[in-house]
């Protein structure tokens, strides 16, 4: 069976990126994403996944430096784990950085402009900054005179060889600046006002003109003329607001802000600002290159390309599949809808191909949760959204959203929404707010049940019963941090309608993260949980009616992202579950598992639906993309 691309949820939230140094000649950029790295090899037109020994795809910094070698192209790469990556072919292949292992959340990295020769970098965490001179292998603390640990931004004198000057701009309003490559630290902000250093950047020529630029999260722009000893406000338009960041070109005079009013262009070196052609976005990353053209990393959507003079932004997001973490629902007829954590959610009529944003049906607001239920005659989604709970339909090709339940009572403040099997016929839903308890709404009535005994605890999912409506069965999966930093995962059940409830079963693990899948089975009334690498049954025994559970691993490198049982499970026992690593299928009740397909053994998988008689199987990846099994074939056996 062969995996087939069938299109994308294009864009999401770019978080970094750079220019290589060779960016005239190569057109390579690098930008950082919570669904992995991109790299583009002509200007960011086009984008490429890299997977290529990147072990942590939620990206949050990418930086390039020269190597030590001819031909050799260095960048470092970190991500939300704390973990760094570097990479020495430009980007097509990464290794990681094992001596950082512990040391914290980048927030920033800053490389020397001399690292040939100095092999320096800087990395800014939340508690302070840490500084290389051997290219990463080892690490020593840079915070000595730093009041201030929370780090937002960091960036090196363009003379730093000679100067050894670096500034680093923090959470409370401070600048600091160090003389001596980061062994000690001055505050350096004389004029600037009481609000987070979001963004700094530093002229090309700052050994001659002593130029440099901070952005701040609440008062605009400021410039420096002296080094960073003394600031003054420049850009009246651009006064109060926020600065998320800020790009110079080597050209001096020609200048660029992200702001939270779109994105703003100075040609006389910051003295007067123009907000640009389509940069009404919210830019996290601005990169402008010797030539005048400007890339954008966008909050939501992607990447931006401007041409000469970086005044007309087009949206540059092919191959570009960046949504964290899509939360995804399928119809009966193969329609898709989509969720990510920025709280975007869209709908795909056609496998992925092309997709329509909902949101506005919601009256703009963000979701936080969302369902789907077939009916008869179409589907019902249900979109939560700042305590409301709204019912989306489509009505001439537009989403239409209307209130379904008003759920502002303080009292109920719900965090997640999980329709009945049998929705279209008996119309509950299952509510479960942020301490846990869980409550049932029969249509627009609400019947709070409060006394749970997993209060205090994380509810990571409630699901029925596929018999629900004879046996009115729930059951509940919690976890609770241990002292060793792992977790204890409990599952509940209740036999009465969610008023009483029983522990079933209680297991550790290393991670947080639980799927659950409770496929219709008369004989052994099995239910699956997945954690890690491990898939465990918990079921009843025919023949003396005692619970029992069984388990089994898959290789130590898979990581389970979700967990889908056959729709025909009584009779054919197949179970599939999403991984980092593919799809692997079961057709023994989850004790030996193949991959399925061939196609998607380098990407990781959120969702999988196993089709139905007018749909294909369907997978889609952490950023968005839906690919479909198109043909028979035959699978390997993996290693247990």
């Known amino acids: ?92 292949s990464w290794r990681e950085v094992v001596n950082w292992a512990g040391l914290g959340t980048a927030t920033a990295l800053a490389i020397s402009p001399n690292f040939v020769q100095d092999q320096t970098l800087f990395v800014a965490t939340g508690e302070g900054i840490f500084r290389s001179q051997d290219g990463g292998q080892s690490w020593e603390s840079s915070t000595f005179g730093l009041l201030d640990l929370e780090v937002l931004c960091l960036a090196c004198a363009s003379d730093f060889a000679q100067s050894e000057v ?153 191959g570009l599949a960046a949504h964290v973490p899509p939360l995804i629902a399928q119809s009966a007829r193969g329609e898709l809808f989509a969720l990510d954590r920025d709280g975007m959610l869209a709908y795909s009529p056609d496998n992925g191909r092309h997709w329509q944003m909902l949101n506005d049906s919601a009256e703009g607001l963000a979701v936080a949760d969302m369902a789907l239920v077939d009916q008869p005659d179409g589907w019902t989604l249900f979109a939560l959204a700042e305590s409301n709970l709204y019912r989306v339909t489509l009505e001439a090709g537009r989403a239409i959203g209307e209130p379904y339940l008003p759920l502002k009572d303080d009292a109920l403040q719900i965090r997640a929404v999980t329709p009945s099997p049998n929705f279209a016929f008996d119309q509950i839903l299952a509510l479960s707010d942020e301490t846990g308890a869980v409550s049932l709404a029969h249509g627009v009535n609400i019947q709070q049940r409060d006394s749970v005994p997993w209060l205090g605890e994380t509810l990571l999912q409630i699901a029925f019963s596929p018999t629900y409506v004879d046996d009115q069965t729930l059951c509940a999966i919690t976890t609770q941090a241990d002292a060793q930093g792992n977790y204890q995962v409990q599952l509940w059940r209740s036999a009465d309608n969610g008023q009483s409830w029983t522990s079933e079963a209680t297991l550790q693990t290393e991670i947080q993260s639980v799927a659950l899948t409770w496929p219709a089975d008369p004989n052994e009334r099995a239910l699956f949980l997945a954690t890690r690498n491990r898939v465990i049954k918990i079921y009843t025994q025919p023949a003396n009616g005692q619970p029992a559970s069984a388990q089994t691993f898959l290789a130590e490198s898979v990581r389970i992202t979700g967990l889908v049982a056959s729709p025909q499970y009584a009779q054919d026992n197949t179970l599939f579950v999403a991984t980092n690593q593919g799809i692997y299928q079961s057709t023994d009740q989850g004790v030996t598992w193949l991959p399925l397909g061939v196609g998607l053994e380098d990407r990781a998988i959120v969702a999988f639906f196993p089709g139905r008689d007018t749909t294909s199987p369907t997978a889609v990846t952490l950023g968005g993309e839906v690919w479909l099994l198109v043909h028979l074939g035959v699978s390997k056996t993996v290693n247990q």
């Open 1 to 92: 069976m062969q995996w087939q691309s069938s299109g994308a949820w294009l864009g999401g939230t770019v978080s970094s990126s750079t220019l290589s140094p060779d960016f005239m000649a190569d057109q390579m950029v690098l930008a950082a994403t919570g669904a992995g790295l991109y790299r583009s090899t002509n200007g960011g037109q086009t984008w490429r996944l890299i997977t290529n020994g990147l072990s942590d795809p939620s990206l949050l910094a990418v930086e390039f430096a020269r190597a030590n070698r001819p031909g050799e192209l260095c960048a470092f790469a970190a991500t939300e784990g704390g973990r760094l990556f570097t990479t020495v072919d430009g980007g097509q």
């Open 166 to 318: 670096l500034w680093a701009g923090t959470a409370q309003g401070g600048l600091f600046r160090s003389r001596n490559a980061g062994r000690s630290w001055r505050e350096s902000g004389q004029g600037l006002p009481d609000s987070a250093v979001q963004c700094l950047a530093v002229s090309p020529h700052f050994a001659t003109n002593q130029t440099l630029w901070v952005g701040t999260e609440t008062a605009g722009l400021y410039q420096s003329t002296d080094g960073g000893a003394n600031w003054s406000a420049v850009g009246a338009e651009l006064a109060e607001q926020s600065i998320n960041c800020l790009a110079v070109a080597a050209q001096r005079d020609h200048l660029l802000v992200g702001t939270g009013a779109g994105v703003y262009t100075s040609a006389d070196g910051g003295k007067s600002w123009h907000s640009t052609a389509g940069g009404e976005f919210l830019a996290l990353v601005l990169t402008l290159a010797e030539d005048g053209s400007a890339l954008a990393g966008a909050a939501g959507e992607g990447v931006y390309r401007s041409l000469a003079s970086a005044v007309n932004w087009q949206p540059a997001t092919v």
